[in-house]
């Protein structure tokens, strides 16, 4: 079977038995359609995949492109009317234009590269810079969502700048947490044990994002996958649900971030106990589990 960028079995299991289940949980609490702000690569699958299962129409999709010739594609595959918007989605969350699409109920910022990919020297890795300003206009329209993140995990993807912020979350859930399984495995084998140090770390950060835009913040699933079971491309799943936890106009700001500042603390606990599901682990026994019966068959018949 020839192979397919975005669109490996893994991938396809993310979709379906990873995306798709708290999607529908959170459709079953929500009033009204979904809305969904997504990068659909050029050939959308998980528009296709959604929509197919009629999860959002096709007018309450948005997508964000920084490829003139996907989002072309994109264009050509869907009609005119189709929602796709050139460019880098740190510039263009900050763009009025943008900001009045706002609020969406699932937001899928299914990144390509790394996590802590930085060009130069940044008070914040730009991704998480990103984040927190999606946050920032959910919370302008008061919006409870859903947030996916995705990026690429394996050791080699994020530079130098980038590992400063690792190294430094690492050791700050070590010391608050006690929890020093990502500082020992960052310090002892940071190669092998990458992707496992990032799933710990990374929801303390957004979590951290959404708490201080007044969102109760959970982390409600990890995954790890490897497209086409290839050790080179390690790609990381991150579910987020953000509750909006409106203060009461009485309070003060520093009553407001000290009640937040609690929730924090717990939601990022919570997340350090959050198991991490292995896909091609997972894929590999259930292609077992299907198998078993045939060689059962034939000692049988031998
Ligand atoms: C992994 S693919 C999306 C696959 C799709 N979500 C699916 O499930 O089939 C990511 C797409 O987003 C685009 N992209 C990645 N980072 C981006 C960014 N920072 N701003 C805008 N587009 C981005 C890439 O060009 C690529 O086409």
Redesign the pocket.
């Known amino acids: 079977m020839p192979r397919e ?3 490996s079995p893994q ?1 396809q299991w ?2 379906e038995h990873f995306w798709l289940p708290a999607i529908l949980e959170f459709k079953a609490r929500a009033a009204g359609q979904l809305k969904y702000l ?12 959604f929509t197919g299962k009629q999860i959002f129409n096709i007018e309450n999709v948005r997508v ?4 003139h010739t ?1 989002a072309a594609a994109l264009k050509l595959k869907y009609g005119a009317n189709f929602q796709v918007v050139v ?4 510039d ?1 969350v900050k763009s009025a234009g943008e900001r009045a699409s706002f609020p969406h109920s699932v937001i ?6 790394g996590a802590f990919h930085l060009k130069r020297p940044w008070y914040i890795p ?2 998480f810079e ?1 984040i927190d300003r999606v946050v920032s206009a959910q919370m302008e329209c008061a919006e409870s969502f859903l947030l996916l993140i ?1 990026f690429a995990a394996t050791h080699d993807v994020d530079n130098e700048y980038g590992k400063g912020f690792v190294q430094k979350l690492a050791f700050d859930i070590a010391t608050r947490f006690g929890h020093t399984e990502p500082l020992f495995n960052l310090t002892r084998d940071a190669a092998s044990w990458y992707p496992q140090i990032l799933v710990s770390v990374v929801p303390c950060a957004v979590i951290r994002l959404g708490g201080e835009h007044s969102y109760d913040s959970r982390c409600i699933g990890k995954a790890l996958y490897y497209p086409y079971g290839s050790k080179k491309t390690g790609m990381v799943c991150l579910m987020f649900s953000f509750t909006y936890d409106n203060p009461a106009l009485s309070e003060t700001s520093h009553q407001t971030s000290k009640r937040m500042d609690a929730l924090i603390v717990k939601r990022q606990e919570e997340s350090l106990g959050l198991p991490l599901t292995d896909v091609n682990k997972l894929l590999r026994s259930t292609a077992t589990i299907v198998r078993e019966p045939r060689r059962k068959r034939s000692r049988i018949r031998g």
Not at 38 to 49: E, I, L, Q, W, Y
Not at 108 to 113: I, K, M, P, Q, S
């Open positions: 960028l975005f669109n991938k993310v979709r997504t990068f659909a690569g050029p050939k959308a699958f998980d528009v296709d995949f964000w492109e920084m490829d996907a460019g880098q989605a740190f263009l899928n910022l299914d990144f390509t590269n730009p991704k990103l995705a």
